[in-house]
Nanobody
């Protein structure tokens, strides 16, 4: 089992920055990839950024160049630095952790944190 606790959401003006944190506990050493998803009002949930245990990263096109995902393996924590925020970034952001125990893949989720960007 893995528990995820997010922090760092809030209200910010367009052009501002926020940093989200996601701390993992439990069987955190078994985590392979971690990532951030978001779901805006009336929208489908989308993957925003992901980072593998080896440090490889990927981003949705709409945040490339503005968001940076990083991972502190010693602290079992993943971060999402969000710069140049836009109103369309407003959403509930959720942390995800993937645990692979072949042949199964387990997904764990945090409770979500609200990010609101005002224009």
């Amino acid at each position: 089992q893995v528990q995820l606790v997010e922090s760092g959401g809030g209200l910010v003006q367009a052009g501002g920055s926020l940093r989200l944190s996601c701390a993992a506990s439990g069987s955190a050493s078994s985590i392979s990839a971690m990532g951030w998803y978001r779901q805006g009002s009336g929208k489908q949930r989308e993957s925003v950024a992901r980072i593998t245990s080896g440090g490889g990263t990927s981003y949705v096109d709409s945040v490339k160049g503005r968001f940076t995902i990083s991972r502190d393996n010693a602290k079992n924590t993943v971060y999402l630095q969000m710069n140049s925020l836009k109103p369309e970034d407003t959403a509930v952001y959720s942390c995800n952790a993937v645990v692979r125990i072949p042949p199964r893949v387990y997904n764990y989720w945090g409770q979500g944190t609200q990010v609101t960007v005002s224009s």
